[in-house]
């Protein structure tokens, strides 16, 4: 079964810092990784993703993330955090080989403070 | 382009009660989804169209929740009766996936369930 670890429920960084989202998965072949964001009273919204090729991915507002097929992690970085980006964050992953859904960690809070 | 409408937005019912929940995903989009997010989890799967035919519902707890996707556009998820525990934010997504699974989803607000 497949699975996705979001070890942080919270993370809190000042804006300008750098942030780190962390993310570890587990499927039985290859991954398809997701990022969603969600704000306040709001559905989620794609942030970006990871299919195959470069493991370093760039996605909306300036955020990136690093596919480490050894570490099995997908972490989520922006090189400079704004207020804005405080919201609650989701990793997925769904399974390459064969069909299956999509499957959601618990979410991290990121809080930055100004 | 427009995106993923869901109606209502909130909704308080007794236990017991029946309750619907409408979704209208991105035109084009052959896949939609319905997920149940309970507060402090990551969203849940409960059933996957693909067109109007259902893909997965394996997570779907059958004896009080059904869904259906008439023509393969519109979707309605409906609750009877709602328990306690039904209480969830309700989120309708739909993407392009024609099966390949590398398509993102796009949300719409979800439904804000609660049950008295």
């Known amino acids: 079964a497949q699975s996705v670890a979001q070890p942080e429920d919270q993370v809190k960084v000042a804006e300008g810092n750098p942030l780190t989202v962390k993310c570890t998965y587990s499927?039985?072949?290859?991954?398809?990784l997701f990022w969603y964001v969600q704000y306040p009273n709001r559905g989620l919204q794609f942030l970006l993703k990871?299919?195959?090729?470069?493991?370093l991915v760039k996605g909306s507002y300036g955020f990136e993330a690093e596919f480490n097929k050894s570490q099995t992690s997908f972490h989520l970085k922006k090189p400079s955090a704004l207020v804005s980006d405080s919201a609650l964050y989701f990793c997925?992953?769904?399974?390459?080989?064969?069909?299956?859904?999509?499957?959601f960690g618990k979410g991290t809070m990121l809080l930055v403070s100004p | 382009e427009a995106g993923v409408a869901q109606s209502p937005r909130y909704k308080i019912i007794e236990k017991r009660q029946s309750v619907a929940f409408w979704c209208n995903p991105i035109?084009?989009?052959?896949?939609l989804y319905w997920y149940q997010q309970i507060l402090g989890q990551g969203p849940k799967l409960l059933i996957q169209?693909?067109?109007?035919?259902?893909?997965?519902d394996s997570q779907l707890p059958k004896d009080r929740f059904s869904a259906e996707r008439l023509k393969g556009v519109d979707s309605t998820l409906k609750i009877q009766p709602a328990k306690l525990e039904d209480s969830a934010v309700y989120l309708c997504?739909?993407?392009?996936?024609?099966?390949?699974?590398?398509?993102?989803?796009?949300f719409g607000p979800g439904t804000r369930l609660t049950v008295l």
């Open positions: 997504a739909s993407s392009l996936d024609g099966g390949e699974g590398y398509n993102e989803q796009f």
């Open positions: 499927v039985s072949g290859n991954p398809y």
């Open positions: 990871y299919i195959t090729g470069d493991n």
């Open positions: 997925a992953v769904r399974d390459v080989v064969g069909y299956s859904t999509l499957t």
């Open positions: 035109s084009g989009h052959a896949t």
């Open positions: 169209f693909q067109n109007n035919g259902v893909v997965d």
